[in-house]
Every structure is written in C-alpha cells, then in structure tokens.
C-alpha cells in the first residue's frame, strides 16, 4: 500500500534563487494547483492522477490532498529510488508544464493563485529586459525598423503597421486562461479586454495566429510590424 508523504516544502535550488513566494505557492492544495494550470489527464484516470510533464507518464503524477502535500511521480521518475517514486513541489510542476524557468514558474502560479508578493527583478533580468533604444532622440524608432517602413513605402497598396495590429486585435481575445490570470493579480478583465488586451493558449493558438497572418501579409509588411521572418 502506498503511503502519503509529507508535506511537500520548497527545495533548497527554490529557496536560493529569489526571495519569490515559494513558500506561499507551495503551501497551496496540489489538486487545485493541477485544475488551476490544465495538466494533461487521461480520460477515466482516477481523480488525483495527472499526466507528469517530467517523463511523460499519462497518469502517474499524484495530486496529495492536504496544503503543501505536493505531488508525485510513481513511474519513469522514480525508477532506482527507495520508495519508486519522486516528490515535486507545485511550484516545480508548474514551471515544467509551462516550459518556464523555476522562477517564471512561481510568478505565474502566484498569479493565478492570487499570491501577492513583491516580485525583485535579478540584475541579470534587468540586462536581458533593458531597451535596446536608450538614446536622447528615444522616441525615434530604431534604424532597423526605419529600413523596413521606408521599404514598404515603396511597395504600391502596402499596408501600415496599425492595420496588421488591428487585424490581430480582431481575430484574437482574452481568453478564459488569460481572464483568470488578470483577475489574479486582481485587475478587471473586462475592462482590460475592452482596453485591449488579448491572450494566446498554447502553440497552437500561436500557430493558427501565424497562419492567419502569413496567408493575408506580404512578409514585408510582418517586418514592418515587428514580426519575425
């Protein structure tokens, strides 16, 4: 018979990263945790078994009820270890679902689950993130982007910037994935899709987003509007 462990607490590699809310998203319910960000679930599979976005086992992460249990993985993680099975953290589980550093993981679940906490911005962040455009004339485009909107002033019936982000506005919306995450971090999500917010669930939205476009645009014009090749 399998037993429950205890409660799951943040791991040493969480704790010395930043000073984020790992205690407070960990401390969550681990079922909750797994609704609140869609893991995979096989149809019929019992009600605390999840899909692990570790092995890709299809059911054999468990949810541990009670506030910060955590969860487990009974197959490919735990292989070789005492108990055949390996813990991780909500926060951990989260990050590897999404894809997403260990921190980019506690933000985002600390939204969701409506965590407020300061969020410190790491010098390396800072550099990554810092504009590339810091100059006196900044309100001036980058040269870059002046070659590319002179080359589609020579293109006859051309189309400008704002009418691609226009169109994108049109055919994209604030998703309920993308609701919930506003409402979060308590903003109104009416509000915020009437002042034009919109979100994107997963590649496939960014694919047929990608479709739309390339089938309507000359790839000039999707350089002209900041999108890559």
């Given at each position: 018979?399998?037993?429950?462990?205890?409660?799951?607490?943040?791991?040493v590699r969480q704790e010395a990263l930043l000073p984020l809310p790992w205690k407070e998203v960990n401390a969550r319910e681990s079922q909750r945790v797994a609704e609140l960000i869609d893991l995979p679930k096989r149809e019929r599979s019992e009600r605390r078994k999840w899909g692990?976005?570790?092995?890709?086992?299809?059911d054999a992460l468990h949810a541990y009820p009670g506030p910060?249990?955590?969860?487990?993985?009974?197959?490919?993680?735990?292989?070789?270890?005492?108990?055949?099975?390996?813990?991780?953290?909500n926060a951990d589980v989260a990050a590897a679902h999404w894809r997403v550093s260990a921190e980019d993981g506690c933000r985002r679940?600390?939204?969701?689950?409506?965590?407020?906490?300061?969020?410190?911005?790491?010098?390396?962040?800072?550099?990554?993130?810092?504009?590339?455009?810091?100059?006196?004339?900044?309100?001036?485009?980058?040269?870059?982007?002046?070659?590319?909107?002179?080359?589609l002033e020579r293109i006859p019936g051309a189309r400008h910037p704002p009418v691609l982000y226009g169109d994108v506005l049109r055919v994209l919306s604030l998703t309920e994935r993308g609701r919930r995450y506003l409402s979060g971090r308590?903003?109104?999500?009416?509000?915020?899709?009437?002042?034009?917010?919109?979100?994107?669930?997963?590649?496939?939205?960014?694919?047929?987003l990608a479709e739309h476009l390339l089938g309507r645009y000359r790839a000039e014009e999707l350089t002209a509007a900041g999108f890559p090749r």
């Open positions: 018979m399998r037993t429950r462990l205890p409660p799951f607490p943040p791991t692990c976005p570790f092995c890709g086992s299809s910060g249990a955590g969860f487990s993985c009974w197959s490919a993680c735990g292989a070789g270890r005492p108990k055949g099975c390996r813990g991780y953290s679940l600390a939204a969701l689950l409506g965590v407020l906490h300061e969020d410190p911005v790491s010098p390396r962040r800072s550099r990554r993130w810092r504009s590339p455009v810091a100059r006196a004339d900044a309100g001036a485009p980058p040269p870059r982007q002046e070659a590319n909107l002179a080359a308590h903003l109104d999500s009416a509000a915020a899709a009437e002042y034009g917010f919109r979100s994107i669930d997963g590649p496939a939205g960014w694919r047929a």
